[in-house]
């Protein structure tokens, strides 16, 4: 049987309108969209398009932003209400991107754009998927959302992604086996950070270097107890048929109570109380302490409401995966793959608050327990085709991790081109992972040159980026030769240092104005030799 190919999509704009291919599908799809698309369409006049879209149509430069991922509202370290001013006046879906925190963790199973433009399209319901922007960006959706609802309903304008193979988004997780956990840290250690196997031999699940690896983390049980005893509910309450108990250990968050527990709470109590719990439920902070009441805080902060075990669950959010840069590559260990988990613990009012995911892997998980994972395919992070380029790799801390799989996969294919590593913590003594087999790579020559900084072995802080600039001529050589660099690691401090460091380096040894330098450091990240992993 022969399949007839699909007929063009019509378009809306006339066939003058100063718009780029890509633009102009995007287009397309907003009109097909706000109109209704039925069949035949008739272009809109230019004053039409003037008309509805007055920003693009005057700035063709700010719509390639809107499209481009380097909009520029999206910056990871950008507070989120300057975020939404930046974005002011532009298209719904845009200001929905911008109310993402950071760019394209992938953390929701979208890139941000895709998740925006699936909202838009309501083809996702879901508001608080973006785990790095939490309850703040998903007000900010909820408000966005209300425009939406006012308007005609959309269809489809967006990508929404299907249903994966097994085991290639958060929606299709697979069963893999926990196999290890080894410290990298030496005791004295003021970080605690952990090297994680698990066993892809039975799920058969694939990846390549520079993907993550997608995590189904359950609570602290012990934590989960602290909620049932502060709502003085019996711990095998039915719910689904699940019990209370189970369903506060692997079903729902306990991290940062939701507005609707506020809500919930104002319901079940009256006069001043009641006044807080709707203040907070609406993103005010009555008594200062918003930032700190996870569920049991809120729970403990109202003490005496008891709600009904079933109204209180639905009232929470649901558990969301961790993903993890996989620091392995399955060249060198055939059916595994490898992770490099820095535990979250800090302290809030005399308890200890846990990173769910990170405490999961550093602790509660134990050898041979079977884990919901998924591998989240890296988008514009990979090695270079070529395997002569030079890479230069900076990676501080967890960081670290894709570059060791980097690493593994050059040294298993034998790819001549030389490799850079940058890698710095805190203290030599105690916190240099991977030592030994680093040192042994630079022994044998695979890694052709290892730079380290210590930020805390002597008075002076030693970043990355310092030891970059140290480094300034070698680092202009190697991007002459068409070295590819990669950043991986914290994103609202050490990304931006370290492209700051780049471009004043570009400016020395390329001999270029400031804004040329970071004009060529823009065009080695269109040409993907400038790429980044951070979070
Ligand atoms: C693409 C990508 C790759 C990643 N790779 C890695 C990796 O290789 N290694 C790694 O360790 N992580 C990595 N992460 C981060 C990881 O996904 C999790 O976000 C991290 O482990 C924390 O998750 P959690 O569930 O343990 O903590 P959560 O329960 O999500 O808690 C973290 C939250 O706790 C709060 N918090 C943390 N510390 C404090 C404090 N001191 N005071 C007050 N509040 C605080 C913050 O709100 C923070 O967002 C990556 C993230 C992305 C997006
Ligand atoms: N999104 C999340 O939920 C989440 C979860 C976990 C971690 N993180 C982030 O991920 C990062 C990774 O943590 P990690 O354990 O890998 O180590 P890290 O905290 O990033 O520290 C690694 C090294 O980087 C140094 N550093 C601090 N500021 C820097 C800067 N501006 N430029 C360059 N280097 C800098 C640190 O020095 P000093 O410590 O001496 O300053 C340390 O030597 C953390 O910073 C954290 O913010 C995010």
Same mark, same amino acid.
Request: hydrophobic share 40%; proline share 8%.
């Given at each position: 049987?022969?399949?007839?190919?699909?007929?063009?999509?019509?378009?809306?704009?006339?066939?003058?309108?100063?718009?780029?291919?890509?633009?102009?599908?995007?287009?397309?799809?907003?009109?097909? *969209?706000?109109?209704?698309?039925?069949?035949?369409?008739?272009?809109?006049?230019?004053?039409?398009?003037?008309?509805?879209?007055?920003?693009?149509?005057?700035?063709?430069?700010?719509? !390639?932003?809107?499209?481009?991922?380097?909009?520029?509202?999206?910056?990871?370290?950008?507070?989120?209400?300057?975020?939404?001013?930046?974005?002011?006046?532009?298209?719904?879906?845009?200001?929905?991107?911008?109310?993402?925190?950071?760019?394209?963790?992938?953390?929701?199973?979208?890139?941000? $754009?895709?998740?925006?433009?699936?909202?838009?399209?309501?083809?996702?319901?879901?508001?608080?998927?973006?785990?790095? /922007?939490?309850?703040?960006?998903?007000?900010?959706?909820?408000?966005?959302?209300?425009?939406?609802?006012?308007?005609?309903?959309?269809?489809?304008?967006?990508?929404?992604?299907?249903?994966?193979?097994?085991?290639?988004?958060?929606?299709?997780?697979?069963?893999?086996?926990?196999?290890?956990?080894?410290?990298?840290?030496?005791? *004295?250690?003021?970080?605690?950070?952990?090297?994680?196997?698990?066993?892809?031999?039975?799920? *058969?699940?694939?990846?390549?270097?520079?993907?993550?690896?997608?995590?189904?983390?359950?609570?602290?049980?012990?934590?989960?107890?602290?909620?049932?005893?502060?709502?003085?509910?019996?711990?095998?309450?039915?719910?689904?048929?699940?019990?209370?108990?189970?369903?506060?250990?692997?079903?729902?968050?306990?991290?940062?109570?939701?507005?609707?527990?506020?809500?919930?709470?104002?319901?079940?109590?009256?006069?001043?109380?009641?006044?807080?719990?709707?203040?907070?439920?609406?993103?005010?902070?009555?008594?200062?302490?918003?930032?700190?009441?996870?569920?049991?805080?809120?729970?403990?902060?109202?003490?005496?409401?008891?709600?009904?075990?079933?109204?209180?669950?639905?009232?929470?959010?649901?558990?969301?995966?961790?993903?993890?840069?996989?620091?392995? !590559?399955?060249?060198?260990?055939?059916?595994?793959?490898?992770?490099?988990?820095?535990?979250?613990?800090?302290?809030?009012?005399?308890?200890?608050?846990?990173?769910?995911?990170?405490?999961?892997?550093?602790?509660?998980?134990?050898?041979?327990?079977?884990?919901?994972?998924?591998?989240?395919?890296?988008?514009?992070?990979?090695?270079?085709?070529?395997? %002569?380029?030079?890479?230069?790799?900076?990676?501080?801390?967890?960081?670290?991790?894709?570059?060791?799989?980097?690493?593994?996969?050059?040294?298993?294919?034998?790819?001549? /081109?030389? %490799?850079?590593?940058?890698?710095?913590?805190?203290?030599?003594?105690?916190?240099?992972?991977?030592?030994?087999?680093?040192?042994?790579?630079?022994?044998?020559?695979?890694?052709?040159?290892?730079?380290?900084?210590?930020?805390?072995? *002597?008075?002076? $802080?030693?970043?990355?980026?310092?030891?970059?600039?140290?480094?300034?001529?070698?680092?202009?050589?190697?991007?002459?030769?068409?070295?590819?660099?990669?950043?991986?690691?914290?994103?609202?401090?050490?990304?931006?240092?370290?492209?700051?460091?780049?471009?004043?380096?570009?400016?020395?040894?390329?001999?270029?104005?400031?804004?040329?330098?970071?004009?060529?450091?823009?065009?080695?990240?269109?040409?993907?030799?400038?790429?980044?992993?951070?979070?």
């Amino acid at each position: 049987m022969s399949i007839s190919p699909r007929p063009p999509i019509p378009s809306f704009l006339p066939e003058n309108a100063p718009f780029t291919l890509e633009q102009r599908a995007w287009l397309d799809g907003l009109f097909a *969209g706000l109109f209704g698309l039925q069949g035949g369409v008739t272009p809109l006049s230019k004053q039409d398009v003037t008309r509805l879209l007055p920003d693009l149509i005057d700035a063709p430069n700010e719509m !390639s932003e809107d499209v481009d991922d380097g909009a520029p509202w999206h910056d990871p370290a950008m507070p989120l209400a300057d975020r939404m001013k930046l974005a002011e006046g532009r298209p719904l879906p845009r200001r929905m991107m911008a109310a993402m925190a950071q760019q394209d963790c992938s953390q929701c199973g979208y890139n941000c $754009k895709d998740y925006a433009d699936a909202l838009f399209a309501k083809k996702e319901k879901r508001l608080n998927l973006c785990v790095p /922007g939490g309850k703040d960006t998903a007000r900010a959706l909820k408000q966005l959302y209300q425009e939406l609802e006012i308007g005609a309903p959309k269809a489809d304008a967006a990508p929404v992604p299907a249903v994966s193979a097994p085991g290639r988004s958060r929606d299709n997780p697979v069963e893999a086996t926990f196999l290890s956990r080894r410290r990298l840290n030496k005791d *004295g250690s003021n970080k605690e950070t952990w090297h994680i196997e698990f066993d892809l031999a039975e799920c *058969g699940l694939t990846y390549e270097v520079g993907d993550s690896f997608g995590v189904f983390p359950s609570n602290d049980p012990a934590l989960a107890d602290a909620v049932i005893e502060a709502l003085a509910a019996p711990p095998d309450f039915p719910i689904g048929g699940r019990t209370l108990r189970d369903v506060l250990i692997d079903g729902v968050t306990l991290s940062p109570a939701p507005d609707m527990l506020f809500q919930l709470i104002s319901y079940l109590t009256g006069g001043e109380r009641r006044q807080k719990a709707k203040a907070l439920a609406e993103g005010h902070d009555p008594d200062g302490d918003a930032a700190t009441l996870d569920v049991l805080a809120a729970l403990q902060k109202f003490p005496g409401i008891r709600p009904d075990p079933e109204a209180f669950i639905e009232a929470l959010d649901v558990l969301q995966p961790r993903v993890y840069s996989i620091s392995s !590559s399955l060249k060198c260990n055939p059916g595994r793959v490898s992770l490099t988990v820095d535990a979250v613990r800090y302290q809030i009012d005399n308890r200890t608050r846990l990173g769910v995911a990170s405490t999961f892997l550093a602790g509660r998980v134990q050898p041979g327990d079977q884990i919901r994972v998924y591998v989240q395919k890296a988008q514009h992070f990979a090695l270079p085709a070529d395997p %002569n380029k030079p890479i230069i790799m900076i990676g501080p801390g967890t960081g670290i991790a894709p570059f060791r799989a980097f690493l593994q996969e050059r040294q298993a294919t034998g790819a001549p /081109g030389p %490799n850079w590593l940058y890698f710095g913590h805190q203290r030599s003594d105690f916190d240099f992972f991977y030592e030994d087999e680093l040192k042994e790579m630079r022994r044998s020559g695979h890694l052709t040159r290892l730079t380290l900084a210590w930020s805390r072995d *002597g008075d002076e $802080k030693i970043y990355v980026q310092h030891r970059m600039r140290d480094d300034g001529r070698d680092i202009w050589a190697w991007i002459e030769r068409g070295a590819h660099i990669y950043v991986c690691g914290d994103a609202l401090r050490m990304a931006k240092d370290v492209e700051r460091a780049l471009i004043d380096i570009v400016a020395a040894h390329g001999k270029r104005s400031a804004e040329d330098a970071a004009r060529y450091v823009e065009d080695l990240k269109r040409n993907d030799r400038y790429q980044t992993d951070v979070y």
